[in-house]
């Protein structure tokens, strides 16, 4: 079970930390990741780790602002937010264990409820 928070009504140029709680004892066995929805449109991909935190990827409309990590020690997974755009408001979703494995991230088998980012301008 994955369980999001962090989300909330932030301006422009702010910043925001997400965190994923996971429970179970597999955690580190998992690569992990951030999916997002805008109203409108269709889910997609954020950022993604990989098992023991060594590998990260992100989408090219995040990487440079936001940044993924992780705790195992925790069973906690983060989102670093920083420099938001309006752009960015979404509900994020933490998801576990790709779909495709390690470099394909268009889904996950294993989904939290979301957490509602809003960036005002």
């Known amino acids: 079970q994955l369980q999001a928070s962090g989300g909330g009504l932030v301006q422009a140029g702010g910043s925001l930390r997400l965190s994923c709680a996971a429970s179970?004892?597999?955690?580190?066995?998992?690569?992990m990741g951030w999916f997002r929805q805008a109203p409108g449109k269709e889910r997609e991909f954020v950022a993604a780790?990989?098992?023991?935190?060594?590998?990260?990827y992100y989408a090219d409309s995040v990487k440079g602002r936001f940044t993924i990590s992780r705790d195992n020690a925790k069973n906690t997974v983060y989102l670093q937010m920083n420099s938001l755009k309006p752009e960015d408001t979404a509900v994020y979703y933490c998801?576990?264990?790709?779909?495709?494995?390690?470099?394909?991230?268009?889904?996950?088998?294993?989904w939290g409820k979301g957490t509602l980012v809003t960036v005002s301008s």
């Open positions: 179970g004892r597999t955690f580190s066995s998992y690569h």
């Open positions: 998801a576990a264990d790709f779909t495709g494995g390690w470099g394909t991230f268009l889904g996950a088998n294993y």
């Open positions: 780790i990989s098992r023991r935190g060594a590998g990260t």
